[in-house]
C-alpha cells in the first residue's frame, strides 16, 4: 500500500499562489493515477485535479480551470498542484489520492491509497 504525504498547504491573501506537494514512500507512483481532491467545511470532498500514471491525461473541476496544474516527477516519486489566483471559495483541507493504472479521471472510487490532507485557507 502506497503511504502519500501531503505539503505545501498554509495561509495565502486572495489572488496569491501556493504549491502542494504529494510524495509517496515504500512503493513507486509511477503506475498510478493520481489525483487532488479537496474538502471545505459542510461540504463533500470534491476531485480538483486527476493526473493519468503515465502523465499524458488531465482533467480539472471547471472551478479550477486556468488556475490549477497538476504535474508529476516521476524520478522523485511526487506529484504537484500548482495553485494560481487562489481564491476564498478554494479554502479547504486538500487530500492527494491513488490509483493502480488511473487514466487521469477524478472518479474517487478509483482511488485506494490517501493522504492526511494539508490545510489550504485564503484569507485577506
Known amino acids: 500500500q502506497l503511504q502519500l504525504v501531503e505539503s505545501g498547504g498554509g495561509l495565502v491573501q486572495p489572488g496569491g499562489s501556493l504549491r502542494l506537494s504529494c510524495a509517496a514512500s515504500?512503493?513507486?507512483?509511477?503506475?498510478?493515477?493520481v489525483g487532488w481532491f479537496r474538502q471545505a467545511p459542510g461540504k463533500e470532498r470534491e476531485g480538483v485535479a486527476c493526473?493519468?500514471?503515465?502523465?499524458?491525461?488531465?482533467n480539472y473541476a471547471d472551478s479550477v480551470k486556468g488556475r490549477f496544474t497538476i504535474s508529476r516527477e516521476n524520478a522523485k516519486n511526487t506529484v504537484y498542484l500548482e495553485m494560481n489566483s487562489l481564491k476564498v471559495e478554494d479554502t479547504a483541507v486538500y487530500f492527494c489520492?491513488?490509483?493502480?493504472?488511473?487514466?487521469?479521471?477524478?472518479?474517487?472510487?478509483?482511488?485506494?491509497?490517501w493522504g492526511q490532507g494539508t490545510q489550504v485557507t485564503v484569507s485577506s
Open positions: 515504500i512503493f513507486t507512483l509511477n503506475y498510478h493515477g
Open positions: 489520492a491513488a490509483g493502480l493504472y488511473g487514466l487521469g479521471n477524478c472518479r474517487e472510487y478509483e482511488y485506494t491509497d
Open positions: 493526473i493519468s500514471s503515465n502523465g499524458d491525461k488531465s
